[in-house]
C-alpha cells in the first residue's frame, strides 16, 4: 500500500528542565496531526510539556558499521575528565 | 505471552558474523535497528513483536464491550483509560516492528488475513461486568509476568516499548483487582459474578503463557537470543503462585480441585489446561476468532475514506506551500 501515511519521530521534553527526548515515532498525514496524535500516544500521564515531531525520512544518522572509527577517538583521552587530576584535598572542592 | 509459539527462524549465515552476534548479546549489548543481526533474528522477531502488537490492539475489544455499561461514571471513565492504553502500547510495539523493515500496513493486512496470530486469551467473550475485572487481575497480571522481563530483551526498541509499557500496566492489573474486590464483597448475585468470571478466564490465562516446556518447541534459539527470557512454565508457575494468594483473599475458590502447596518445589501444583482447546483456539476454533476479526477488518475498512482524505488533505497542503515559496 502506497498510501501509508508517513512516519513521526517524537520528542517530548518533560516538566523537570531536561531536553526533549526520544520516546518513539508514529504514523500520521502531516506535523500538525503528528503532534496530535503523539499527545494522545505519548503523553498521557503528564509525561511532558513539550512535543516536537521530524519526519523519520528527514533524519542523518551516523553509520552503526563506523561506530569505532567514530567514537574510539575519544576513548583514550582520559585527560578530558576531571578525574584525570591528581589534586590534594586541601585545596577544597574543585 | 501476548505472544504464543512464536516460531524461530533458522539462520545460516556467517558462522564468524553469528558468533560476533552472539557475543553482543552474550555481553549484554543492545541490538539496534541498524546494527547487522541474523535475517533469523529479524524474521522472529517480526513475528514476536507483531503477534504481542497484535495483542495490544485486539485485545481492546473484549474490554471496550463494557464501556457503555459500566456501572458507574468513575468506572467508565476508568475503563475508557484502560482500553487507551491498549492502543498506546499496540502503538508502541508496532513502531519497535517497524524498525526491523516490516511497515504498518503489511503487518496489518498480516493480521487482517490471518497469517499473523494474536494471544487466545482475547477470543473469549466477556459475559459480565465481573469479567472486567478477571481480565485486568488475570489477563493484565499474566501480560505483567512476561513483560517484565522482556525489559531486558536484546533488542533496543523492542525493551524500551516493555519499558513504557509495563509502567502503565499495573494500573490495569489493580483496576481490575479493585473491580473484583467490590464485587467479591457485594451481594451474594455480585459475588456469584465474580466467581464465574474466575472459574471462566482461570484456565485461558494459563493458556497465555503457550504450551507446556515439553512441547514448546522454538525456545532455545529465541532464550539465546534474548528474545524470550523464561521458559513457558517458568512463568506459568510464577503467575499461580502469586494469583492463588490474591484469589484467596478475594475470598474466591480457584477452579481447580488440585491445587496444593508444595513445599518442596516453594510453589503450587495444579492443573494444566486442556491443551486441546488452546490449540483450537489458535487455529481459529475459539468462541469469539470470527468476531474479532470480523471487527478489526471492519474498522480498518470504514476508516479507509479517514485515511485516504487526511493524506490527500495534507498531500494538497504541501503542494499550496511549495508552490508559495
Known amino acids: ?94 | 505471552m501476548y505472544a504464543q509459539m512464536i516460531k524461530s527462524e533458522a539462520t545460516d549465515e556467517d558462522p564468524e558474523k553469528l558468533a560476533a552476534f552472539q557475543a553482543r548479546i552474550d555481553a549484554g549489548e543492545k541490538i539496534e535497528p541498524k546494527d547487522w543481526m541474523p535475517a533469523g533474528y529479524r524474521k522472529t522477531l517480526i513475528r514476536q513483536i507483531g503477534q504481542h502488537a497484535h495483542s495490544e490492539i485486539v485485545g481492546q475489544l473484549p474490554e471496550g464491550n463494557w464501556i457503555t455499561r459500566a456501572p458507574t461514571l468513575e468506572r467508565k471513565a476508568i475503563l475508557l483509560a484502560k482500553v487507551q492504553d491498549e492502543a498506546g502500547h499496540g502503538l508502541y510495539l508496532y513502531c519497535a516492528a517497524e524498525t526491523l523493515g516490516v511497515s504498518r500496513d503489511e503487518l496489518t493486512e498480516m493480521l487482517l488475513d490471518g497469517r499473523m496470530k494474536y494471544s487466545s486469551i482475547f477470543n473469549y467473550p466477556t459475559l459480565t461486568w465481573a469479567d472486567m475485572g478477571a481480565v485486568g487481575w488475570l489477563v493484565d497480571g499474566a501480560a505483567i509476568m512476561n513483560q517484565v522481563p522482556l525489559q531486558r530483551t536484546s533488542y533496543g526498541p523492542y525493551a524500551r516499548a516493555m519499558v513504557r509499557i509495563c509502567k502503565e500496566e499495573s494500573f490495569h492489573q489493580r483496576q481490575g483487582f479493585a473491580i473484583m474486590m467490590k464485587m467479591a464483597e457485594g451481594t451474594e448475585a455480585q459475588r456469584r459474578m465474580a466467581q464465574d468470571a474466575l472459574n471462566r478466564f482461570w484456565y485461558p490465562a494459563l493458556m497465555m503463557f503457550g504450551p507446556s516446556d515439553k512441547d514448546s518447541v522454538h525456545s532455545a534459539q529465541s532464550m539465546r537470543w534474548r528474545i524470550k527470557m523464561n521458559t513457558n512454565d517458568e512463568l506459568r508457575q510464577k503467575f499461580v503462585n502469586e494469583s492463588v494468594p490474591q484469589a484467596k483473599l478475594l475470598g474466591l475458590t480457584v477452579p481447580d480441585p488440585e491445587l496444593r502447596w508444595n513445599e518442596e518445589k516453594g510453589g503450587y501444583d495444579y492443573s494444566e489446561p486442556d491443551w486441546s482447546e488452546f490449540f483450537a483456539v489458535i487455529q481459529g476454533h475459539g468462541p469469539c476468532n470470527t468476531d474479532r476479526i470480523e471487527a478489526r477488518n471492519k474498522a480498518w475498512d470504514d476508516g479507509a475514506w479517514v485515511r485516504e482524505g487526511m493524506l490527500a488533505h495534507a498531500r494538497k497542503k504541501a503542494a499550496v506551500r511549495v508552490a508559495a515559496e
Open chain 1, 1 to 94: 500500500m502506497q498510501n501509508e501515511w508517513p512516519l513521526w519521530e517524537i520528542f517530548i521534553r518533560g516538566q523537570h528542565g531536561l531536553s526533549h527526548r526520544h520516546v518513539g515515532s508514529l504514523h500520521a498525514p502531516d506535523a500538525e496531526t503528528a503532534v496530535r496524535n503523539a499527545r494522545d500516544v505519548y503523553t498521557r500521564r503528564s509525561e511532558g510539556v513539550s512535543i516536537w515531531v521530524v519526519e523519520a525520512a528527514q533524519i542523518t544518522a551516523s553509520d552503526p558499521d563506523a561506530k569505532e572509527a567514530m567514537f574510539e577517538p575519544a576513548e583514550d583521552k582520559v585527560y578530558r575528565h576531571p578525574t584525570f587530576y591528581d589534586i590534594p584535598d586541601d585545596a577544597g572542592h574543585m
